[in-house]
């Protein structure tokens, strides 16, 4: 139990174009769900909360209008990268709480590439 | 604000062997959680192991145990029998008891990259 999927698993793009990446859970419901991004050999990086229903809270330094999240049903939360550059290629990766257990389940991760 | 500190960037153990991944923290907070989790090659993260801070029992799953001193702030993973597919970045992480059952984030250490080597 207790899976998450990320969708796609890779993706390139153009500079200036938009991704959106989704992350769903599976086999349980996610009031929920979080984004990180990861950079080469360091830690994850939170950058924003995702409530179901409501607006995203964001860490200190990340720019909402760029990092579009949404969280419309309570297995499902997008993030859209908007007008992508090239400093925003990473691997991002989704988490969801599973509620009653207070632990966090994370999904397979995106590498995103802005060429 | 909590911080996790994982003071070993790198270890190597050989397989077969054991070998002991520290981990401190610091907090204010007196209900809290604390995880490690494993990041293969893969890059999926994978929880290894759980320990709710309210409980005294160290958690054990399988090969995995950990050693958690609440008054120390420390939280010690213990890998017996190590296999090769242990082979991982190991990251320790803190989440803070949200009384009105909301969700906390996580605050990751930096992480520890165990080789074992055959």
């Known amino acids: 139990g207790a899976v998450v999927s990320q969708h796609p698993s890779r993706v390139i793009c153009k500079s200036g174009t938009s991704v959106k990446i989704e992350c769903r859970s599976l086999?349980?419901?996610?009031?929920?769900m979080f984004w990180y991004r990861q950079f080469p050999k360091q830690s994850l990086m939170l950058m924003a909360t995702s409530n179901e229903g409501s607006k995203a809270t964001y860490e200190q330094g990340v720019e909402k209008d760029k990092f579009l999240i949404n969280h419309a049903s309570l297995t499902l939360s997008t993030l859209t990268v908007t007008s992508a550059h090239p400093e925003d290629s990473s691997f991002y990766i989704c988490?969801?709480?599973?509620?009653?257990?207070?632990?966090?389940?994370f999904g397979p991760g995106t590498r995103l590439t802005v060429l | 604000a909590q911080t996790v500190t994982q003071s070993q960037p790198e270890m190597s153990v050989q397989e077969a062997e054991t070998v002991t991944l520290s981990c401190t923290y610091d907090t204010s907070e007196s209900n809290y959680y604390l995880f490690w989790y494993k990041q293969p090659p893969s890059r999926q993260m994978i929880l290894v192991i759980r320990?709710?801070?309210?409980?005294?029992q160290n958690a054990t799953e399988n090969r995995f145990s950990v050693n958690f001193q609440k008054a120390a702030k420390s939280f010690s993973l213990k890998i017996s029998d190590s296999q090769l597919g242990d082979t991982a970045m190991y990251f320790c992480?803190?989440?803070?008891?949200?009384?009105?059952?909301?969700?906390?984030?996580?605050?990751f250490g930096k992480g520890t990259k165990l080789t074992v080597n055959p």
């Open positions: 988490s969801a709480n599973l509620r009653g257990v207070d632990t966090q389940y």
């Open positions: 086999d349980f419901q996610a009031t929920t």
């Open positions: 320990q709710e801070a309210y409980k005294q």
């Open positions: 992480a803190f989440m803070k008891h949200d009384a009105k059952g909301g969700s906390e984030k996580l605050v």
